[in-house]
């Protein structure tokens, strides 16, 4: 989903767990993360966003091979609150932008 062509709801598959890896990658493209207080600095979007304590990203779905029995885990949980209103806020002011003649 994207925001007014300045920002976007992306996945991303994970290929190893270390620390920071979507933070760093998303940086290493010119597309950081909303919030980030490390790896988006510098950057600005043109979006009026509700505080949060961090960046928005979050794991919707984890899913793991047991080490020793090999079974296939999956959890998933549903989307954080900082998160609904973040996206919220986002698809508001697009919407507001683009009714106004993208002013």
């Not at 909303?34 to 600005?44: E, K, N, Q, S, W």
């Given at each position: 989903e994207r925001f007014d062509g300045k920002a976007a709801l992306v996945e991303c598959d994970l290929e190893t767990g270390r620390q920071h890896q979507i933070r760093a990658h998303m940086r290493h493209i010119n597309h950081p993360l909303?919030?980030?207080?490390?790896?988006?600095?510098?950057?600005?979007h043109p979006f009026s966003l509700p505080p949060t304590k961090g960046q928005a990203l979050q794991a919707y779905k984890l899913q793991?091979?047991?080490?020793?029995?090999?079974?296939?885990?999956?959890?998933?949980?549903?989307?954080?609150?900082?998160?609904?209103v973040t996206l919220e806020a986002l698809r508001n002011q697009t919407k507001s932008r683009n009714s106004n003649g993208g002013s």
């Open positions: 909303l919030g980030d207080p490390v790896y988006a600095r510098g950057f600005h793991f091979a047991h080490p020793i029995t090999e079974k296939v885990t999956t959890v998933q949980v549903p989307e954080a609150g900082y998160m609904k």
